[in-house]
């Protein structure tokens, strides 16, 4: 496990690094502050709003083999990249470009937010296999009925900030369900501003396992 927490690195908002064999895999690059040192091999994305599928940011860390995946909405004119290295995804795939990864269904289904995350858009969110431990990285979603079912997770990185996605009170209730060894907060700072600390508290104290909270590098 904390190989895998090592191997981690928050990016801000809903972006991460991630470390997978000899693979670099970034996920929703948005905002970067910095450049990476090394160039991911894969980008993946879980949805097509600007705040995750950011094409000024990922030309930013292209390399000449990096592998994009998106979902629909998501499309290669904005980034005009070999059609070969451009993967459009959507829930229930298994592997891609040679990483063992699950898609999963990301979605809103509270009235108030239906028209943000349509079911109907087939966004998604990831598990990754790292080395035999699962991260699963949610997307923006609500506490959806297929969290209930998910495998085994290591590593659960869920949304908390409430409007787009779900509030704390519902990222509890998430979290508790799909029962991660870890799980970490995503997507609210910018949201929640001065109330992204107690947010964080209420959460640590709402999970019944361990809750991680990341700095950003």
């Not at 995750?52 to 860390?61: E, F, M």
């Not at 991260?135 to 506490?143: I, S």
Request: glycine share 6%; hydrophobic share 40%; aromatic share 8%.
């Amino acid at each position: 496990m904390a190989n895998v927490l090592d191997n981690l690195t928050w990016l801000g908002h809903s972006s991460f690094s991630l470390k997978i064999g000899n693979n670099i895999v970034f996920i929703d690059p948005y905002n970067l502050k910095k450049l990476p040192k090394t160039k991911p091999d894969v980008i993946f994305v879980t949805h097509a709003h600007f705040d995750h599928w950011s094409p000024p940011d990922i030309r930013k860390i292209l390399a000449d083999y990096t592998v994009v995946v998106g979902t629909i909405g998501c499309e290669n004119r904005n980034l005009n990249m070999p059609d070969n290295r451009f993967i459009v995804t959507e829930p229930g795939k298994e592997k891609i470009s040679g990483i063992k990864v699950k898609t999963i269904p990301a979605y809103n289904i509270k009235q108030e937010r239906l028209n943000f995350h349509p079911k109907a858009n087939k966004w998604v969110g990831y598990i990754f296999d790292v080395g035999g431990s699962t991260v699963y990285h949610a997307g923006d979603t609500d506490f959806i009925p297929e969290m209930k079912n998910l495998p085994h997770i290591d590593v659960a990185m869920l949304p908390i900030g409430g409007t787009y996605t779900m509030d704390v009170k519902e990222a509890i209730e998430a979290a508790n369900a799909i029962h991660a060894d870890v799980t970490i907060p995503i997507h609210y700072k910018r949201l929640l501003g001065n109330r992204a600390m107690s947010a964080e508290d209420e959460f640590v104290s709402g999970v019944k396992g361990k809750v991680v909270i990341m700095n950003e590098s």
